[in-house]
């Protein structure tokens, strides 16, 4: 375990760490304010038009904070990227490398997971619908496996055009999950209570493609380490 | 394979599709400092990218110390010291994290001395108020970064790429001062080799030159041999056709000419009225280099 704590650190130094701790104590904080202003109003239209489309916006920060490391951490596999050589030139570089993916993985796991924790709190205080962050959260594995599967693109092109179709795709099918589509329309609660499984088979899917993901970056990334 | 070369490669290859380094022959003597000298896509940086296993070479086999071979081995790289030339760290390092890593990847490295080279180098330390990252400081800044990150470590081979190309003329000094210091600790065991344009700043720091040009070895040789092997010819310009043949690489204007030529000539130089002088290494390093230009 430490090993793949020291492997992170050797590639983030020890700014990600901590700048991890405290944007989670941010949010921390913020649980705290709307709870105040929930008490204090006792869910009065204040605190509803105040927090009007807040799920919408904030879900959507759960799959970025996953995305930050990886992406930093795979863009040090590109020669053109300051800190290529010196992570090259390390020793056990190939090694290192594969146990700071794992863990970059496992972080900005857990990061999402707490994020969606945090933000499940909030709206639940809220009276906010919660579909879009389960999406969100589903979301953070579909991106996670995505980017575990083109880190290695060297072309900075091709894997925008990747991730720009994905996002696209995903906020076109967010639209069903938004408690603000039409009441008629398939919400994530019409979801839950009529196709139950339909969800499980959109949750299991997203893993799995993160489990792939996964697997098929450890797999190569030795090899693809030093590619020269 | 002889011991006392830190570096020995033979049919030393690498190819891209616009480039090819080699093959290369070369034995970089222990115990010295080596300067790598040659014109920019002379192959300096590939070489020493290949040397401290950054990238992989196409072809040839590299000894280090005498018998290890595999630079992929953590112990070889624990004896290493390297220095890219620019970006070597992420922008957003600060020295802080730059001891963090550098602690957790090398057993060798003192994390107090690099405090203490930093402050030296008046580069921020983890120990500044509020450490700047990387990307917020000077291209000499950084360097100065760099060299302190790898000067703080127990190493038998430096390998510095461009160590001087962003540093002040009073830095550069400084740092051939370093270089002298970390030979001398060595006594005998410790070897450097860096590439540089600035020959006549870093005269002072090298012992043993190599001089490349687009990919090829085209001299090699302790600087102090090198001087009496090739001679500067000075003369008027009235000789200079008559002397040519026997200049390697010459210049000359309407009243007076220079070159380069071999020292053996020196006494039929001498008869046509042609002055000779000991080169100095830039002097050594611009014939030379003109020379393997004009061959092409």
């Not at chain 2, 081979?157 to 190309?165: M, N, R």
Request: proline share 2%.
């Amino acid at each position: 375990m430490k090993k793949y704590v020291n492997a992170f650190r050797m590639f983030f130094g020890r700014c990600n760490l901590s700048s991890m701790a405290a944007f989670l104590g941010i949010m921390g904080v913020m649980v705290l304010i709307v709870a105040a202003l929930e008490f204090m109003t006792a869910g009065g239209d204040f605190t509803a038009g105040m927090t009007a489309g807040m799920s919408i916006m904030l879900s959507g920060v759960i799959p970025l904070t996953g995305m930050l490391f990886l992406n930093a951490l795979y863009s040090y596999a590109n020669p053109a990227t300051p800190g290529h050589k010196y992570f090259l030139s390390l020793p056990d570089s190939g090694e290192q490398f594969r146990r700071a993916v794992i863990s970059a993985n496992v972080f900005s796991l857990a990061l999402g997971l707490v994020l969606s924790a945090v933000m499940c709190m909030i709206f639940t205080l809220l009276h906010i619908d919660l579909g879009m962050t389960y999406f969100g959260l589903v979301l953070l594995f579909v991106l996670l496996g995505l980017c575990n599967f083109t880190g290695y693109v060297r072309n900075i092109a091709v894997r925008l055009v990747v991730m720009c179709g994905l996002f696209a795709c995903t906020g076109f099918a967010a639209g069903f999950f938004s408690a603000d589509n039409d009441e008629e329309g398939i919400t994530f609660s019409y979801l839950y209570e009529k196709a139950p499984w339909l969800l499980f088979v959109l949750a299991g899917t997203a893993v799995l493609m993160f489990a792939a993901g996964l697997v098929y970056s450890v797999g190569v990334s030795r090899r693809k380490w030093v590619r020269e | 394979m002889d011991n006392n070369f830190c570096v020995s490669a033979r049919g030393l290859t690498k190819k891209y599709s616009k480039f090819t380094l080699g093959a290369l022959d070369i034995d970089i003597p222990m115990g010295f400092s080596t300067a790598l000298i040659g014109a920019n896509g002379a192959g300096k940086t590939t070489l020493i990218d290949i040397l401290c296993g950054v990238i992989r070479r196409s072809e040839g086999e590299v000894t280090y110390f005498g018998s290890d071979k595999d630079i992929a081995s953590p112990a070889l790289r624990e004896r290493i010291g390297y220095c890219a030339s620019n970006a070597f760290f992420p922008q957003g390092f600060t020295a802080k994290d730059i001891a963090v890593s550098m602690e957790l990847a090398y057993a060798s490295f003192d994390r107090k001395k690099f405090a203490e080279l930093c402050e030296k180098f008046e580069v921020d330390s983890e120990f500044t108020k509020k450490p700047r990252q990387m990307i917020k400081q000077s291209d000499g800044n950084r360097m100065r970064t760099c060299l302190a990150a790898v000067l703080a470590r127990n190493t038998e081979l430096l390998v510095l790429d461009e160590p001087g190309s962003s540093l002040d003329p009073l830095m550069r000094d400084r740092l051939c001062d370093r270089m002298r210091d970390y030979l001398d600790e060595g006594d005998g065991r410790k070897s450097i080799i860096f590439s540089t344009h600035n020959i006549a700043d870093m005269e002072n720091a090298a012992d043993y030159a190599v001089f490349m040009d687009r990919g090829r070895l085209i001299e090699s040789g302790f600087i102090e041999d090198l001087k009496e092997k090739y001679m500067i010819a000075r003369g008027e310009a009235k000789d200079y056709e008559q002397a040519k043949p026997l200049l390697m690489s010459s210049s000359a204007n309407r009243t007076v000419f220079d070159g380069l030529a071999l020292a053996e000539n020196a006494e039929k130089l001498a008869a046509m009225g042609v002055d000779s002088e000991t080169p100095t290494l830039q002097q050594l390093s611009i014939g030379l280099l003109k020379y393997a230009e004009e061959q092409r």
